[in-house]
């Protein structure tokens, strides 16, 4: 800083740079911006739109209406550690952004978790247990002043504000299943196989056909899910990867008056392939640069893409069946005696296939030979592996006409088999179900089983019609 002499003499003060301080800055500043590009380049990305964010928006706007005080203490507890961690980090980022300053409360019960919050300092205590329960990730709980009253001595006594009951609720997706059977990593305990439910996606129509399979080799199946106009593809949290219509295919000169077909997802080459009842010819897609692009048409329906040869059929002119011919790599394999309305395989039984049939009959075949045949099998009926064991499950739906939701059943394949001559026209209600329960609402149309997480243990997604005629993809796994 320096004066010099200005008009009518009188000093002026002027600042002088020195190019020394001037390069320090600059270089300060850049360093500074570099660090925050570098910052909001690790920041975590909040997964808006996901079941647990569009709660944890929900319950942070009720608790910042309800008159809470900060600092607010935050207990959440769950029936799965990982559901309730997930949970309470988002909602303390929202509570955090309305100036609530949050503070985690970690204790062993509620009453815990007051004497906790007192001991942090917190004014307010927002206690919530955070669960999915019928097709739902609901949290429920109380907010309440926690705050040291200097008048009442030792005594605990509580404010009467902020006080309120709590609670909110949204369809259950595969993202906030995942979390609540994240412990299964550790070996299941010996006891009866227990299934929960979650909303997958949603269809504007009844679906004709779904398949699984791992399109992109990264260990987890992708879901494919065919309607009478368009082929969908969904990763496996159950985001739309993408779409295709298949209108330009040539019509059927007969076809089915309800969305019927076939869709299958083989590995190598990695390929869609469907046919549609309302067409002609199928066709099969390949994955680029985020689209579904025509990799040629085809002349038989892809029931089942095997890794050792793929199982195709035709489809029944005007009729949800498939013609009893049933090719396999090419070659007839298994001439069966009438048409049949699905058929089901799993890698981990190579030849061996579920057949259905439109009476609620089922039948096992290894190769041409039946193992076993029995009644009482719904639509939705498919070979999984829900613990990972290599040993297989038969999950059903109901063979009810209008049931709403529709009635599942999970039977230990094992159990079938030693009584395969009792079972040859027996009825699968003998039969004591390893799990038991109801789809989520609607009625089950197909079903299949895919590994969604890499796991090892499937998960089996259901495609259901809806009572306001749309349709759903529900998906359903091992509970914790």
């Known amino acids: ?94 509570l955090a952004a309305r100036r609530l300053g949050p503070i985690a409360v970690e204790a062993h019960d509620e009453a815990a978790a007051e004497v ?69 990593a550790t070996p299941p305990e010996v006891g009866p196989l227990r299934l929960i439910g979650a909303t997958f996606a949603h269809l504007a129509s ?20 065919l309607t009478d106009e368009e082929l969908f593809l969904f990763s496996p949290e159950g985001k739309l990867l993408a779409r295709h219509e298949h209108r330009a295919l040539p019509n059927s000169d007969a076809p089915c008056r309800e969305p019927f077909g076939a869709v299958s997802i083989q590995r190598s080459p990695p390929r869609i392939a469907y046919f549609s009842a309302q067409r002609s010819r199928g066709e099969q897609l390949s994955l680029e640069r985020g689209g579904l692009r025509p990799a040629g048409q085809l002349d038989e329906a892809p029931l089942f893409a095997a890794a050792e040869a793929p199982l195709t059929g035709t489809l029944t002119p005007g009729s949800n069946t498939f013609d009893p011919k049933v090719i396999v790599g090419g070659k007839l394999a ?57 040993q297989l499950e038969l999950l059903v739906s109901s063979v009810k006409y209008a049931i709403e939701p529709d009635e599942l059943r999970a039977i230990s394949l094992a159990a079938l088999e030693p009584s395969a001559k009792s079972a040859a026209r027996g009825d699968l209600s003998s039969y004591a179900p390893a799990w038991q329960g109801t789809a989520l609402r609607g009625r089950v149309l197909e079903a299949t089983a895919a590994d969604l997480d890499g796991d090892g243990a499937d998960e089996v997604v259901l495609g259901v019609w809806l009572a306001d005629g749309t349709g759903e993809l529900q998906v359903f796994r091992r509970a914790p």
Not at 217 to 223: F, P, S, Y
């Open 116 to 184: 906790a919050a007192r001991s942090a300092g917190a004014r307010s205590l927002l206690r919530l247990t955070v669960q999915i329960e019928n097709g739902l990730l609901s949290a429920r709980g109380d907010l309440l002043g926690v705050w040291v009253n200097f008048w009442s001595g030792r005594a605990a006594t509580r404010p009467s504000r902020p006080a309120a009951a709590l609670e909110g609720s949204a369809d259950a997706d595969a993202h906030a299943l995942a979390l609540a059977a994240a412990s299964l």
């Open 334 to 390: 298994v001439f069966l005696k009438s048409p049949f309305t699905s058929l089901s395989g799993h890698r981990h039984a190579a030849g061996t296939y579920l057949f259905v049939w439109p009476d609620g009959t089922g039948a096992l075949l290894k190769g041409a030979a039946e193992l076993w045949r029995a009644g009482g099998f719904g639509a939705g009926s498919a070979l999984a592996d829900f613990e990972g064991d290599g």
């Open 1 to 94: 800083m320096r004066a010099t002499p200005g008009e009518g003499g009188r000093p002026i003060l002027r600042r002088t740079w020195h190019a020394p301080l001037v390069a320090t800055l600059l270089l300060w500043a850049a360093t500074a911006h570099a660090a925050a590009d570098r910052a909001l380049a690790a920041a975590p990305v909040r997964p808006e739109g996901t079941a647990i964010s569009r709660l944890a928006k929900k319950l942070g706007q009720d608790v910042g209406s309800s008159g809470a005080e900060a600092p607010l203490g935050v207990y959440v507890r769950g029936q799965a550690p990982e559901l309730a961690r997930g949970f309470g980090t988002l909602l303390m980022s929202e």
């Open 206 to 225: 009844r679906p004709a056909a779904i398949a699984a399979g791992d399109l992109d080799g990264d260990g987890r199946d992708e879901v494919a899910a």
